[in-house]
């Protein structure tokens, strides 16, 4: 028997004001490399020697170098490592793993909360 424990906390969204705005730059750095093509979530954790990094849920991993996300394979999460602070000269490296090469999660825990949550 499984026993499971749940939380929640309302929140007034009322209170807080969200602004989003488009940094080209930022777009241009994630999309250098043709065949990570993109994630739906994405936390970042400064490794305080020069590199960050970056933690991303969902994940588009192209299985070509089309570029394209039709030709993408889906995987849980993905990580990154950014070396260099100025966006014009740093450089990402994606991680994840492969079985039969074929792209997997690089995480394999099913159940993961909080990616790049500082618990200290």
Not at 21 to 30: K, L, R, T
Not at 68 to 91: E, F, K, M, P, V
Not at 96 to 120: T, V
């Amino acid at each position: 028997m499984f026993s499971t424990i749940c939380s929640c906390q309302l929140l007034d969204t009322s209170r807080y004001e969200v602004k989003v705005e488009f940094s080209p730059q930022w777009n241009d750095f994630f999309k250098k490399d043709l065949v990570w093509r993109g994630a739906d979530g994405a936390s970042s954790i400064d490794l305080e020697d020069g590199h960050v990094l970056w933690l991303f849920s969902d994940s588009f991993i192209c299985r070509d170098s089309t570029g394209s996300r039709r030709r993408s394979t889906l995987i849980r999460n993905s990580i990154a490592i950014q070396n260099g602070d100025d966006l014009h000269d740093a450089s990402l490296k994606y991680y994840w793993s492969k079985l039969k090469n074929k792209p997997q999660a690089f995480l394999k825990e099913q159940d993961i909360i909080g990616y790049g949550q500082d618990m200290g």
